[in-house]
């Protein structure tokens, strides 16, 4: 299989191709990324990796019914492919695409008082260690928490600017945010694990000058976690 890894996914995250062989059948030859979902023209799209690599599946053929959302929003998605030979003009990599799998996008929010912190939930979030990616646009994790109805939960990272959460590991280097989870009163489920990113275009003020962020947890076995993240280091 050829190596491609973005950073690791869980393999909860996975949808569950056999281990990849070019003698048992049609499967994917490189490994899942997480990407950014870009629409284009006429119902076409691209994929963009964290580091600006633009990949264009030029063959679709396995993926007929996928399209991509187009209003605007941003959308992740971890996506299963192949390197193709050949190139295709303003794009790094040909690939043959074989899975999509669109996952939570949630963004980025400046708090200012303690009622709009409230308003963006109180639920607890678990996470996976390792599976933690920070650049300047997005943080992507995979989340543990109790689900039955999956579409009822929101999150959001926060820069608490009101005082009322409070940090242990507080650093004049590293920006505090806390993940804010709002399960919309779905409490029946069992754990489960997906991966979450969000955007931090809405918080690229507060990281300037920043080494990374100082990531807040609200846990259901282990109480408030708080993890240092680097942000990648500017050539």
């Not at 043959?96 to 409230?118: C, K, Q």
Request: aromatic content about 12%; charged content about 25%; hydrophobic content about 35%.
């Amino acid at each position: 299989m050829k190596k491609f890894g973005f950073f690791l996914l869980a393999a909860g995250a996975v949808l569950g191709f056999a281990a990849c062989n070019d003698d048992d059948g049609d499967y994917p030859t490189s490994n899942p990324l997480i990407t950014t979902v870009c629409p284009l023209d006429g119902g076409d799209y691209f994929f963009q990796r964290d580091n600006g690599d633009r990949l264009y599946p030029s063959d679709k053929t396995r993926v007929p019914g996928y399209r991509p959302v187009d209003d605007g929003t941003k959308q992740r998605a971890i996506i299963w492919f192949s390197l193709l030979d050949g190139t295709v003009p303003g794009y790094r990599y040909n690939i043959a695409l074989y899975a999509v799998e669109e996952i939570f996008t949630g963004t980025s929010e400046v708090v200012e008082d303690a009622a709009r912190l409230a308003e963006l939930g109180d639920a607890k979030t678990g996470y996976t260690l390792g599976t933690f990616n920070l650049t300047r646009e997005w943080l992507t994790f995979f989340a543990n928490y109790a689900v039955h109805d999956n579409s009822r939960h929101t999150f959001t990272l926060a820069v608490d600017k009101s005082g009322t959460t409070e940090f242990e590991n507080t650093d004049d280097g590293y920006l505090n945010v806390v993940v804010l989870h709002d399960d919309g009163d779905d409490t029946r489920g069992f754990d489960y694990g997906y991966y979450v990113s969000f955007d931090l275009t809405p918080i690229a003020a507060e990281l300037e000058g920043r080494k990374g962020i100082n990531l807040l947890l609200p846990t259901r076995d282990n109480g408030n976690r708080e993890l240092k993240l680097d942000l990648p280091q500017e050539e």
